[in-house]
Every structure is written in structure tokens, then in C-alpha cells.
């Protein structure tokens, strides 16, 4: 996947990621701060019929919802100094529950992602337009 694109399309970015992604359980979320990470989550969530609001779990470190046919984590990472702390804050046996883990700043713990991620990559080409790429 490769994409540039603007907030009024961001829900067919979404729509085409999911598609194309849907088997993998792990996706890492790779952008500067303001890039739109929480954003295209928050859309993501919307696409798998999540009701309750979605919110960056920057405090709280996981976040849990329910979407129509699944549970869906959503990590922030970005406050945790080290793997030791991000096992400590359970972590861990999100990555591991089967659930959709959806992590912001994964390059805090990077260890702890399975093999199989997705990573996906934002980089803000200007103040409304974004590109999305894939590391497969």
C-alpha cells in the first residue's frame, strides 16, 4: 500500500488498508507527532463498527473497543520509557490476546512486536495531504 491522500479520502485509505490487511492482528503506526496517527485510527475504528468514542490512550496505554466482529486495542506507547515499562503496563499480553492491536510510537518497545506486524508508515507532505505506505 501506497497512498497520498487528503482527510476528505481518508475513509477510503481506511476502507483499502483494512481490505488489504485485515489477517494481520498487529499494526504499528510509524509518523511524526501531528501526522494523523490517532486520526486514522479513530477511522479504522469507525470501519470495523466501533459505537463508543475513540480517544489516544496517551495516558492510559491501551485503550479496548469493541468493534462488530472483534476486540480492537489501541496503544499509545509514547510516554513509556523502555520494553521493561511497556511489560509492565501489560503490554505484552495485549500483543498477545488475538485482539487487533493498533500501537502509536511503536519504536518505544519495538522488541516486543510480533514478527508478522504491519507497519505502516505516515509522512505529512503538507498541511492536509499525508502519504500512507506499508513495509510489505
Not at 487528503?6 to 507527532?33: E, I, S
Not at 486514522?40 to 470495523?48: K, N, S, W, Y
Not at 503490554?91 to 493498533?102: E, I, P, W, Y
Amino acid at each position: 500500500m501506497d497512498m497520498i491522500f487528503t482527510h476528505d479520502q481518508l475513509r477510503f485509505v481506511v476502507a483499502a488498508a483494512w481490505k488489504t490487511h485485515q489477517k494481520q492482528k498487529v499494526w504499528a503506526f510509524h509518523a511524526p507527532m501531528g501526522a494523523g496517527k490517532t486520526t486514522f485510527i479513530h477511522a479504522l475504528c469507525l470501519e470495523l463498527g466501533v459505537a463508543e468514542a475513540v480517544t489516544s490512550p496517551t495516558f492510559a496505554i491501551i485503550n479496548e473497543y469493541k468493534g462488530s466482529a472483534q476486540t480492537i486495542l489501541h496503544m499509545d506507547w509514547y510516554r513509556l520509557a523502555d520494553t521493561e515499562e511497556a511489560e509492565a503496563a501489560g503490554v505484552g499480553a495485549a500483543l498477545d490476546s488475538g485482539a487487533l492491536c493498533l500501537v502509536e510510537w511503536p519504536e518505544k518497545a519495538p522488541e516486543l512486536l510480533p514478527e508478522d506486524t504491519l507497519h505502516i508508515y505516515i509522512e505529512v507532505l503538507d498541511a492536509q495531504t499525508r502519504r500512507i505506505y506499508t513495509s510489505d
